[in-house]
């Protein structure tokens, strides 16, 4: 069965850290590019980080310079670091397997003090 499974979601205060994981069963996680979305409540959910199978990521603009995402394929397990949190960052974080319809549950980051 093909599943993701997100946790480390949190309530934390401004300029606050949190770190992501999301372990995948069910698929061939190391050949595969995933991605963290977000969403929060009356928005669409959005693109925030991607990362390819060799370790090659992209990020939204307003989030470079503060979330770094990684992954361990041994683990079958990506990660999203987020540092210096603000307000903003408030959403339920997704992890995605890219170009799919494949999605876990999703973790809700709350920052604020």
């Known amino acids: 069965q093909r599943q993701l499974v997100e946790s480390g979601g949190g309530l934390v205060q401004p300029g606050g850290s949190l770190r992501l994981s999301c372990v995948a069963t069910?698929?061939?996680?190391?050949?595969?590019?995933m991605a963290w979305y977000r969403q929060v409540p009356g928005r669409e959910r959005d693109l925030v980080a991607t990362i390819t199978s060799g370790g090659e990521t992209w990020y939204v603009d307003s989030v470079k310079g503060r979330f770094a995402a990684s992954r361990d394929n041994a683990k079958n397990t990506m990660y999203l670091q987020m540092n210096n949190l603000k307000p903003e960052d408030t959403a339920v974080y997704y992890c995605?397997?890219?170009?799919?319809?494949?999605w876990g549950q999703g973790t809700q980051v709350t920052v604020s003090s």
């Open positions: 069910g698929i061939a996680f190391s050949d595969l590019q």
């Open positions: 995605n397997l890219r170009f799919s319809e494949l």
